[in-house]
């Protein structure tokens, strides 16, 4: 009887044990959905797929016995082309999740899709609020940033360190209205002033005659409310116009490390930007930075960092679940804290936001930089709870 209760009790023991983890298809296989040529393939591209790589094998390749894939796709910053490949990707390629996403119109089509299939998708590069707001859904994170923490954290801090006047150029797309409507709202609340706003199309070449109406406003800070490529040309044309020589600032709503290094410190210097990530900030960052470096011969950005940060999370979530099952992984990585080189203070909300701190960083000048890559000064920190708000009403996942 003894005897017969003990195999018993070894076989239940057995059920919950890796040897009968659920593995779908006997393979974690991830698709990094990106541009890999076009104007966004510098800050994601290759180097988010070498990010996810990079988090595959230092994690050791496997989880629960069963090989952890890495398949890449180029959605050339078109919707339809990113809804369709991540459609084939869960339908026959068997992905389990997909990652990265630059441009907020693809991302948004790709979490309808897997929201469709029901399978995870983790965006780093796209910034619309409302993923976690109005189309939040349960297979759905944000891991980055949003438009509202990098407004909120560079127009709150700006305005603290006596930027009590602006004047925007904004990209004339919904990612750039985004920007400059939470902006706004926190330069009002402050009691700045904004004295106007110019607003070129997305991809213009010459943009010589906004720059100029925002020099002739005399505000004291210029918001650059967009992205690459109208955000490299903005801050090259005002260096060249005496911008930053007259006196004004230039806060840049969004702009990563790599757009810096295209600038060069003599164009870039003194510009204000926030960012989730900055590989010079402490040993744990410059520990993963330079092993990232000797792959890219660059420095990552935030979105790159971030990759390499949910991925890890994620392949930790199905060895903690034994199982792959997306909304089981998903609850595994709400259960604890996500601390790690890239996120400090951070959590993942039932909404799908990764809450975390920021920094607001200034560029420094060609004399203030030491060595190579050496482009910021910290010049405060922002909490997460701040930056990223209360969840949004509009999601019934965050507010329940």
Not at 99 to 105: E, F, G, I, K, N
Not at 207 to 216: E, G, K, N, R, T
Request: hydrophobic fraction near 45%; include cysteine.
């Amino acid at each position: 009887m003894f005897r017969g209760l003990t195999l018993a009790l070894g076989a239940l023991a057995l059920l919950g044990s890796p040897a009968s983890a659920q593995i779908s298809d006997d393979v974690v296989k991830i698709g990094v959905l990106t541009d890999m040529n076009g104007p966004a393939s510098t800050p994601s591209g290759q180097g988010s797929v070498t990010a996810a790589q990079m988090a595959v094998e230092d994690f050791g390749g496997s989880v629960l016995g069963k090989p952890i894939a890495v398949i890449v796709g180029d959605h050339q910053l078109k919707p339809d082309i990113g809804a369709a490949l991540a459609r084939r990707w869960y339908d026959i390629d068997q992905v389990d999740l997909i990652v990265d996403v630059p441009v907020s119109a693809v991302g948004l089509a790709v979490q309808n899709v897997a929201n469709d299939k029901k399978r995870l998708f983790i965006t780093h590069s796209t910034g619309a609020a409302d993923f976690h707001g109005k189309f939040c859904s349960p297979y759905t994170m944000q891991w980055v940033f949003d438009t509202r923490a990098l407004a909120v954290g560079t127009a709150q801090e700006v305005v603290k360190r006596g930027g009590d006047s602006w004047f925007f150029i904004t990209d004339d797309i919904a990612f750039g209205h985004a920007l400059e409507r939470d902006a706004s709202a926190v330069i009002n609340k402050a009691g700045a002033k904004i004295l106007g706003a110019a607003r070129p199309p997305f991809g213009t070449s010459d943009l010589s005659s906004f720059v100029l109406q925002a020099q002739a406003s005399k505000a004291k800070i210029i918001g650059i409310a967009g992205g690459p490529p109208n955000n490299i040309n903005e801050i090259k044309t005002a260096g060249e116009f005496g911008v930053f020589k007259g006196g004004q600032q230039m806060a840049a709503l969004l702009a990563l490390i790599t757009d810096v290094d295209s600038l060069g410190l003599p164009s870039a210097q003194g510009l204000l930007l926030t960012t989730a990530f900055y590989w010079d900030m402490d040993d744990k960052t410059r520990d993963w930075s330079k092993r990232y470096f000797a792959k890219m011969k660059r420095m990552p950005t935030m979105w790159q960092a971030g990759v390499y940060s949910s991925v890890m999370v994620y392949l930790n979530a199905i060895r903690d679940a034994g199982t792959d099952e997306p909304l089981k992984v998903a609850a595994k990585m709400r259960e604890k804290p996500i601390e790690d080189f890239f996120a400090r203070n951070g959590h993942l909300r039932e909404d799908g936001l990764m809450v975390h701190d920021l920094m607001l960083v200034q560029v420094k000048s060609p004399d203030e930089s030491k060595y190579p890559w050496d482009y910021y000064k910290i010049l405060a920190k922002i909490s997460g709870e701040d930056a990223f708000g209360p969840p949004d009403p509009a999601c019934k996942l965050g507010n329940k």
